[in-house]
């Protein structure tokens, strides 16, 4: 063997990522790279992100970490202030605040997390359809959602629990089909500046089914967007599952969820004031850090705004 046939090439991106058997996703030149680069130098998605990992930690190990049962009663220590024993202190049973604030995050961010994959399971169906066949079926669809949106949010909400009857899976299919038009109309919009593009057509010419075309062309590349809007749409779910508990219509007594414990501490402000004041802490963190991470996906996600 020669010498110069036992030299060895100069290993160039493509061929380092075959040895490495990386993805070609993560390649440094990919969108997908450029987006994770960008949010994982943002320090406050980053600290938001962090905080909401540690809330969902928390609520998933309840069972575990919580000191005491949420609903366990002890009439020797009422209304106690927050002491080592109890850092939350205790409401008008004898129930720990710590507890009941740590399983009250399971009822809460589950039932907001559910409500938005209602909404946006709906929205895009209903989005995709209205936006890709366009005609007779886009105006009939987008009168349809017109009617919807033309109702305040809060007064349509009333109208579903005060049908169904009050609760947490009322509140969460509630608060999921409210939100399905707009999700609707910003799948829609996406679709509709989609659809034109050469690779649609392409698949259109060759003959591919429009199903097809909607599933596995337009879908992925509109993700983008619906992304944004349900990490930005879940704090408001949660603020609006609290709220609905907090006037009686969510989790009913003894569940310890966020809303429903503000509710019932209020009453307490002046000798209890921790009864409210941690679960409302619960809710202020969760919601701020979910907004701090949407934000900055919002940011990685758009090539102008992207450090």
């Not at 010498?3 to 493509?14: C, G, H, I, N, V």
């Not at 998933?60 to 366990?72: C, D, R």
């Not at 409210?276 to 963190?285: H, M, N, R, W, Y």
Request: with cysteine; proline share 6%; net charge positive.
């Amino acid at each position: 063997m020669s010498s110069a046939s036992s030299k060895r090439l100069p290993e160039t991106p493509a061929t380092l990522r075959v040895r490495l058997r990386l993805p070609a996703s993560l390649n440094r030149q990919s969108p997908l790279f450029a987006t994770l680069d960008s949010l994982s130098r943002n320090r406050l998605a980053m600290v938001g992100l962090a905080c909401l990992l540690l809330m969902i930690l928390i609520s998933i190990l309840a069972p575990w970490i919580a000191p005491y049962s949420p609903t366990h009663i002890n009439y020797d220590e009422v209304l106690m202030a927050p002491t080592w024993a109890h850092p939350f202190g205790t409401d008008d049973l004898g129930r720990d605040i710590l507890s009941r604030v740590i399983w009250g995050g399971r009822e809460s961010l589950r039932t907001g997390y559910l409500a938005v994959m209602i909404g946006l399971g709906g929205g895009i169906v209903v989005g995709v359809i209205s936006g890709y066949l366009g005609g007779k079926v886009d105006a009939t669809i987008q009168r349809i959602v017109e009617v919807f949106l033309a109702f305040p949010s809060i007064l349509l909400l009333l109208s579903i629990v005060a049908a169904l009857g009050p609760g947490l899976v009322t509140v969460m299919i509630a608060i999921g089909f409210s939100s399905i038009p707009a999700y609707s109309r910003l799948v829609r919009g996406s679709v509709i500046a989609t659809k034109s593009l050469d690779y649609v057509t392409a698949a259109k010419l060759i003959g591919v089914k429009d199903v097809w075309i909607m599933v596995r062309h337009i879908l992925p590349n509109i993700i983008a967007p619906i992304m944004i809007y349900g990490t930005l749409s879940l704090g408001g779910a949660i603020m609006l599952t609290a709220g609905l508990s907090y006037i009686g219509l969510g989790a009913q007594p003894p569940s310890p969820e966020w809303g429903a414990m503000l509710n019932y501490g209020r009453q307490y402000l002046q000798d209890g004031w921790w009864m409210s004041a941690f679960p409302g802490l619960a809710v202020f963190i969760t919601v701020l850090s979910i907004n701090l991470f949407g934000d900055g996906l919002q940011e990685a996600m758009n090539p102008k705004t992207r450090s």
